[in-house]
Structure formats: C-alpha cells, structure tokens
C-alpha cells in the first residue's frame, strides 16, 4: 500500500463523501429528519453518473422521452448507491490499513536490523 494510494483511494474519497453530506443536507433532510430515499438518491447519482444507462427512446413524444430519461436517472441512482457503498467501505479499507502497514513495516525494519 503506498501514498499515492492512501491519499487517492482513501482520504480523497473520504473528503468527498463529507462534502456531499455537508452540502447535501439541504436536499435529504426533511422537517429535521434524514429522508433516506433521498439520501441514497443523492449520493447514488453522484457516484453513479459514469455507470448510469441512458435510454433515449427516438420515436416517442417528449413526455414518453422524458419519463424515460427520468426512469434511467432513478435506475442509476439506485446502481450507483451500491457502487457508493463500496467505495465507501474501500475508503475504510484505505484509512485504517495505512497505519497499520507503517506500523509492520517500521516493526520488521527495527526487528532486522538489531
């Protein structure tokens, strides 16, 4: 585990998942409770957008269209609350693994040496 991955896979991830609750909060909490449809739909579309299926069905009227493009937003969201989760849980992973991998490395280091 190095670094570079510690900050990338770790803390950057981390920060960002604060910052889409810090700033999301507006969206999810209603009358001082967390929505948590709202809540997965938020960070799911967030981390979901790369993997979200678009379908723009051509020879439909703009209702039929828009309903669909609204359909494969939800779908994404739903997709992409799994994906946030797991990421989530790497992120974990990342924060608490560094440490501890310092911490063998710098034991076998002192333990060879003397």
Known sequence: MTLKNYIRKGVLVAVI??????LGQYFYMVDG??????????Y???????????????????????GMMAFCVLIGGLFGCIIAAGLAVRAAFYLAGYPVCLMFRT????TSRG
């Not at 998942?17 to 810090?22: C, H, Q, R, T």
């Not at 993997?51 to 828009?66: A, E, F, R, T």
């Not at 034991?107 to 002192?110: H, V, W």
């Open 44 to 66: 799911g579309i967030l981390m979901g957008i790369p993997h979200m299926l678009v379908v723009v069905p051509l020879k439909w009227d703009i209702s039929g269209m828009v």
């Open 33 to 42: 409770e967390v929505d948590w449809f709202r809540f997965a739909l938020l």
């Open 17 to 22: 998942f604060i910052l889409i609750g810090w």
């Open 107 to 110: 034991f076998r280091g002192r």
